[in-house]
Structure formats: structure tokens, C-alpha cells
């Protein structure tokens, strides 16, 4: 029997269904950016996303299991976004590796100013709502996920550096910004230039010391 006749072994209805799992997380998260926009996430309940996202709260937690489950799905889903742009502007700057990480750290900043996500973060206190899923241990998630991400774009633009001390200041580089995103004190570029003051002569070792 051939591949058309047996109906491709399945492989259609998978591609089907991881189509409409993606359309239904996107489709949800699309409505927690509406919602945290307004509120803190505090005050929102698995119902009102469920309303906003046209679903019932059964699939809600069907799909994502409790409400911090979702809350940490989203925020993983948000920090992918600002990923995709630090990752054109780290391949903006191939010969600049202090500037690059610079104008990457400056540009996160600048987004995270004007998400709903950051601001549902700022919206809460202590150990509360979605602050948590990032300053416990809970997100440990997040800083994994975007400190492989930013290593795998460092050392795709830089192949020749030293991969345990381009992810340690990868990993650093995270750490900051979500400090500096959910506790701003100073204006972005600012913040950018603190980071490359601090960051910048290490980064002339680790160059130096490579084989020419």
C-alpha cells in the first residue's frame, strides 16, 4: 500500500493537530496580552481568558494544565518574542561582539517597557501573580530558554569563542534584564551602557585570549 493510500501514516492529521494546538496557544496568549494590559495578573481569572480566547476553561486546563502553568507558558511565549528581535540585532553587528550585546540589551528593554507582560509584572508585588514565575526558582524555565537562545546567537555569529564563557555572560546578560525590565531604574540606553561598562573588559580577555 503506498504512502497516499494509507493515508501518509498519520502524518496529516499530526501536522492538523499540532497546527490547531498552535493556533489555540497563540490564540490564547493573544487574549492574556489584551487582559494584562488593563489588569494585573492578580485580578484575571482562567474564565476571563477563557472568554477573551473563545474557548471554554476546560481546554484551558486541558492545554496547560493549573493557572500558573498557563502564567508560565505565556511568559515563555512573550520572552520568545524578544528573542526573535535580539536575534536580528545580534546578527546586525558581526564585528562588534561588546556592541552587539549592548544594542541587544537596549532593545529588550525598549520592548519589555511597552508589553503587557511587563507591565503585569510591575502590576505586582512580592511573591505575587506572574512576578514569581520569574523571580523564584519557578522561572527557571525562562532564564534556561532565553540563555540557550542567546548563546546559540552569539556563538553563530562568533564561532571561535569559548562556549563556558559565552554562556556565563549570556546567562549574566539574562539575569540583568529581567531585573532591569521588572525593576527599572534607569532609561534603557543607560542601562545598555552600564552593562557594556561592566561586561566590556571581559569581553576584550576572552577575545584576547583566543588563537589567532
Known amino acids: 500500500m503506498s504512502a497516499i493510500e494509507g493515508g501518509n501514516d498519520g502524518a496529516g492529521p499530526r501536522r492538523f493537530a499540532d497546527a490547531s494546538r498552535l493556533l489555540l496557544r497563540t490564540?490564547?496568549?493573544?487574549?492574556?496580552?489584551?487582559?494584562?494590559?488593563?489588569?494585573?495578573?492578580?485580578a484575571i481569572t482562567m474564565a476571563e481568558i477563557a472568554r477573551a480566547a473563545g474557548v471554554s476553561r476546560q481546554t484551558l486546563y486541558n492545554e496547560f494544565g493549573t493557572r500558573d502553568e498557563l502564567a508560565q507558558a505565556y511568559v515563555l511565549w512573550a520572552s520568545e518574542q524578544f528573542l526573535d528581535e535580539i536575534e536580528?540585532?545580534?546578527?546586525?553587528?558581526?564585528?562588534?561582539?561588546?556592541?552587539?550585546?549592548?544594542?541587544?540589551?537596549?532593545?529588550?528593554?525598549?520592548?519589555?517597557?511597552?508589553?503587557?507582560?511587563?507591565?503585569?509584572?510591575?502590576?505586582?508585588?512580592?511573591?505575587?501573580?506572574?512576578?514569581?514565575?520569574?523571580?523564584?526558582?519557578?522561572?527557571?524555565?525562562?532564564?534556561?530558554?532565553?540563555?540557550?537562545?542567546?548563546?546559540?546567537?552569539?556563538?553563530?555569529?562568533?564561532?571561535?569563542?569559548?562556549?563556558?564563557?559565552?554562556?556565563?555572560?549570556?546567562?549574566?546578560?539574562?539575569r540583568l534584564a529581567i531585573s532591569h525590565a521588572t525593576v527599572p531604574t534607569v532609561p534603557p540606553a543607560v542601562a545598555a551602557e552600564q552593562v557594556s561598562t561592566v561586561l566590556g573588559p571581559f569581553l576584550v580577555e576572552v577575545r584576547a585570549a583566543l588563537p589567532h
Request: with cysteine.
Open 88 to 174: 536580528r540585532v545580534v546578527g546586525a553587528r558581526p564585528d562588534d561582539l561588546g556592541g552587539a550585546l549592548e544594542d541587544a540589551f537596549r532593545v529588550f528593554l525598549e520592548l519589555a517597557a511597552e508589553h503587557p507582560l511587563v507591565r503585569a509584572l510591575e502590576a505586582a508585588t512580592g511573591a505575587e501573580g506572574l512576578h514569581a514565575l520569574v523571580a523564584s526558582s519557578a522561572g527557571l524555565p525562562i532564564l534556561l530558554t532565553s540563555t540557550d537562545r542567546l548563546t546559540e546567537f552569539v556563538l553563530g555569529n562568533w564561532p571561535e569563542l569559548p562556549l563556558t564563557e559565552t554562556r556565563l555572560v549570556c546567562e549574566l546578560l539574562v
Open 27 to 42: 490564540t490564547v496568549f493573544g487574549a492574556m496580552d489584551d487582559l494584562a494590559a488593563d489588569r494585573p495578573w492578580a
